[in-house]
């Protein structure tokens, strides 16, 4: 099935993306994201099962449904991620659409910022393999979701 706002071809960002047809403009649903509905607890583990050349494409819809775009998947999987995007993932009742945040010119690549969660027991080198390769002036180097500020705790004066 063909998109009449996206096509995919080669990205110097990564791999493959998704690039306009057209203008696109802001607001405007670009693509569904598709694939196989699976549970948290199955995308877990064919996420562990994945050799390291293996392409995962999974998107978290809530605490009981993960999409493999893997499994019957479309263009959407295509879409990079980008610390300065101009679409983001909506959800509209479980179904996750791609919309444009701002017009996109005809040829632009699109993308959305995946925001991936971190976890307590993420590696220490986790950023590294999860490394933005975005190049926007606001790159936080890394497509998991920005490090939290730890608070610290105000010390009492001795006096």
């Known amino acids: 099935m063909t998109n009449k706002y996206m096509e995919v071809r080669k990205s110097p960002i990564h791999r493959y993306g998704g690039f306009a047809l057209k203008k696109i403009r802001k607001g405007t649903r670009i693509i569904e994201y598709q694939g196989e509905r699976i549970s948290p607890k199955e995308a877990d583990e064919r996420y562990a099962k994945a050799g390291p050349k293996s392409i995962v494409v999974l998107f978290n819809v809530d605490k009981k449904t993960t999409i493999d775009a893997g499994v019957d998947g479309n263009d959407a999987r295509f879409i990079n991620h980008s610390c300065d995007p101009n679409c983001e993932a909506v959800d509209d009742k ?32 986790v ?33």
């Open 94 to 125: 479980g179904r996750i659409y791609i919309e444009a945040t701002r017009t996109i010119e005809k040829g632009e690549e699109l993308f959305y910022d995946y925001n991936l969660t971190r976890s307590k027991d993420d590696a220490p080198d």
């Open 127 to 159: 950023d590294k393999q999860y490394l933005c390769r975005c190049g926007a002036a606001n790159c936080r180097g890394s497509m998991l979701e920005p490090l939290k500020a730890k608070r610290s705790k105000a010390k009492k004066r001795k006096d």
